[in-house]
């Protein structure tokens, strides 16, 4: 049977059909859509982990304990996790151990545009990128027997047009095997320094046996086409590439790119005139083939940033522009990403905006505070930053400084690695505030549940963690919880608690507008009262507009009647109706 599946539906459906019994990761988009499809699937565990590096351990545990096992995850997600895959390089597996590690080029939701190839490189882990979702269930399937043949985990790299685009895949019956027994192994497992040295050995002679295993494996192909201009390419730059290009230039197709091979790169080369190595990001083939000592035409040719086209790709290679498309003569309006309406992210970055202070933030939709007119964020660099920055700008600038500052950090991600960061403001006498943004839900990649929800990805009751003890366990005492709707007293406590001399933790508490628990009813109305002040406007609703006249409009199809523009208006000109 034949079904139309998004590529990352298609590695959760080569995982099932390849026996995994456990699957653990943290959500990130391109790469949320693989576990929450493994729900589908009661035969196989699966977890949202506090973070990817917890997600990678469970796994490697359960590989460890005779399962095949997989966690997934996205490009930044594998730096969180890098620690442990590392090792495992060295350990080797039990049962089948696959990563699944989802790229971003031209970052579409992301703050950086790393390429992970460079992480099977320097973890000398193989890894396997598939083009298409027919691809990515055959690779999936596939990468578990060869993790359990060669003994190592492996990489299956993914990209976003890989992971959200769809195309017919070929289903398959899962295999049942046993669990393969569990032995206790100290050489193997117990990566002591004695242990270790004698692992690199065989990690150093794993790796000559997968360079022999790239040169004639399935995922490697010469399409020829009689052409004397051939391309080395891979992943969704082959789609890309075959698009373009079509039957005028031969193909050499890798769907290993690590280890790469050598001896099939030579001879391909010996085959054509002229030869472009075609690939997103980094110079990652291209640097191969030329050490190699083979000339090709790569980024000199092709841009190092973001995504590539047919249409760049045709050019480059063929000189040949791409079909015109017909354009709409009026100009599209810009619909740059916002704060949903009912956001209870927006009502915490008014106040921090009227108090003019400094916002130190972190990953999540709420770095839309950063967005005119909130303008709120200063600083993103990455999970759990937000907290850990901030103390290091306060023993820089001092504690006037400090007073002035604050952390806005999501709950999801307070969990994933801001606690630690607060460990360090109390152990390392600081006395920075930080706000933690409950809003029930992991937000941003679509509303997954975590440690402080109280249920697991089935939907399933569990420990919640309650913030407010965490905190207080940890050495903060001054915990305030406190709705940011409440406006007047929510910037009360903001402004008590920057003066004080000693850290100190706001739990900003109100759900996430789009969770079906929340009956927002009704919508909010501009009276004849409006003096046109706009302060209504500073809020950034979507809802709310400004006319040709300088009146302000709510249009009733996106305001869900959530009332913080009836808090804001100084003129009591706006009401809400049900």
Not at 38 to 59: F, H, L, Q, R, T
Not at 111 to 126: G, L, M, V
Not at 239 to 251: F, H, I, Q, T
Request: hydrophobic residues 40%; glycine residues 8%.
């Amino acid at each position: 049977m034949k079904k139309l599946l998004l590529g990352n539906a298609a590695v959760a459906q080569g995982a099932y059909e390849a026996g995994v019994r456990v699957v653990a990761s943290y959500p990130g988009t391109p790469s949320t859509e693989i576990t929450e499809n493994i729900v589908k699937y009661d035969e196989i565990y699966a977890e949202w982990s506090p973070n990817e590096k917890v997600a990678a351990e469970v796994a490697i545990g359960a590989s460890i304990g005779g399962a095949r096992a997989m966690s997934c995850m996205k490009h930044v997600g594998l730096n969180v996790m890098a620690d442990p895959v590392f090792t495992v390089s060295y350990t080797g597996v039990n049962g089948g151990l696959l990563f699944c590690v989802a790229d971003d080029p031209g970052m579409h939701s992301s703050q950086n545009e790393q390429d992970s190839r460079h992480y099977a490189k320097a973890s000398k882990t193989a890894m396997l990128e598939p083009s298409d979702s027919q691809e990515c269930k055959d690779f999936t399937r596939r990468a578990f027997e060869l993790s359990e043949e060669f003994d190592t985990p492996f990489f299956l790299r993914l990209s976003t047009r890989v992971s959200h685009s769809q195309s017919l895949v070929e289903l398959g019956e899962r295999k049942n095997d046993e669990l393969k027994p569990y032995e206790k192994n100290v050489a193997k497992y117990v990566m002591v320094p004695a242990n270790a040295v004698k692992r690199h050995i065989a990690v150093e002679e794993r790796a000559k046996k997968l360079a022999d295993f790239a040169e004639n494996c399935e995922f490697n192909k010469v399409e020829d086409n009689g052409s004397k201009i051939g391309v080395i390419t891979a992943g969704i730059s082959y789609m890309y590439a075959k698009e373009a290009l079509g039957d005028k230039v031969n193909y050499l197709k890798l769907g290993m790119v690590y280890p790469l091979p050598e001896k099939l790169i030579l001879d391909f080369a010996k085959t054509v005139d002229k030869l472009y190595v075609i690939e997103e990001l980094d110079p990652f083939i291209e640097e191969h083939c030329k050490a190699l000592g083979i000339e090709v035409i790569g980024k000199d040719a092709f841009t190092m940033l973001g995504e590539y086209t047919p249409a760049m790709i045709k050019k480059a290679v063929l000189g040949e522009n791409a079909p015109s498309f017909a354009e709409i003569a009026e100009t599209i309006p810009q619909r740059p990403p916002v704060l949903c309406p009912g956001c209870p992210h927006r009502a915490t970055f008014f106040v921090l905006k009227k108090l003019g202070l400094v916002v130190s933030g972190d990953i999540g939709c709420y770095t839309l505070g950063a967005a005119a007119p909130l303008s709120s964020v200063d600083t993103t660099i990455c999970m759990g930053a937000s907290v850990s920055a901030a103390l290091g700008m306060a023993k820089a600038r001092g504690a006037e400084f400090n007073k002035k500052l604050v952390s806005v950090i999501g709950d999801s991600t307070f969990i994933h690695s801001g606690i630690t960061g607060l460990i360090d403001i109390v152990y390392n006498k600081g006395a920075n505030t930080v706000i933690i943004l409950d809003n029930s839900i992991t937000g941003m990649t679509g509303h997954q549940d975590n440690p402080t929800t109280g249920y697991t990805i089935r939907g399933e009751e569990t420990k919640q963690v309650d913030l407010l003890a965490l905190c207080k366990a940890v050495g903060i005492e001054n915990v305030v919880i406190a709705d940011p709707f409440d406006l007047k007293n929510f910037e009360k406590v903001v402004r008590q608690e920057v003066e004080r001399d000693t850290p100190s933790v706001i739990i900003a508490q109100r759900p996430c507008a789009l969770l079906k628990r929340v009956k927002y009813t009704g919508h909010c109305k501009v009276t004849d009262k409006c003096k046109k002040c706009k302060m209504c406007m500073k809020l950034g609703c979507p809802a709310i507009s400004e006319g040709s006249d300088g009146s302000v409009k709510i249009d009733l199809t996106q305001c869900n009647g959530c009332g913080l523009c009836v808090n804001v208006c100084p003129f009591d000109a706006i009401v809400k109706e049900d």
